[in-house]
Nanobody, 116 residues
Framework: EVQLVESGGGLVQPGGSLRLSCVAS????????MAWVRQAPGKGLEWVSTINWNGGMTYSAESIKGRFTISRDNAQNTVYLQMNSLKPEDTAVYYC?????????WGQGTQVTVSS
């Protein structure tokens, strides 16, 4: 059974940092590029960042470039999203899935709230 379990969200002040984790199981993690997406209140899914199978290539949305960094640990079947200089507009539920097709059932996501 494929599982994607996101964690690390929380309430943070503008300018703060968080590190999100996504632990994957039930599929060949090494064979998949992975991505983070987010869904803000009342809005659709927004792509955030993608990392290739070995971490050698990453791609990010313009809105988060220079602030967020995606990485992965294939030994731990985990993909990370380091988020710095957070802004209120980053408030959303964050999800991971494989890229580009989001082939697997979505996890529960992790809530990030940026507010003073």
């Amino acid at each position: 059974e494929v599982q994607l379990v996101e964690s690390g969200g929380g309430l943070v002040q503008p300018g703060g940092s968080l590190r999100l984790s996504c632990v994957a199981s039930g599929f060949g993690f090494l064979n998949h590029a992975m991505a983070w997406v987010r869904q803000a209140p009342g809005k659709g899914l927004e792509w955030v960042s993608t990392i290739n199978w070995n971490g050698g290539m990453t791609y990010s949305a313009e809105s988060i470039k220079g602030r967020f960094t995606i990485s992965r640990d294939n030994a731990q079947n985990t993909v990370y999203l380091q988020m710095n200089s957070l802004k209120p507009e980053d408030t959303a539920v964050y999800y991971c899935n494989d890229a580009p097709m989001a082939s697997f059932p979505w996890g529960q996501g992790t809530q990030v709230t940026v507010s003073s």
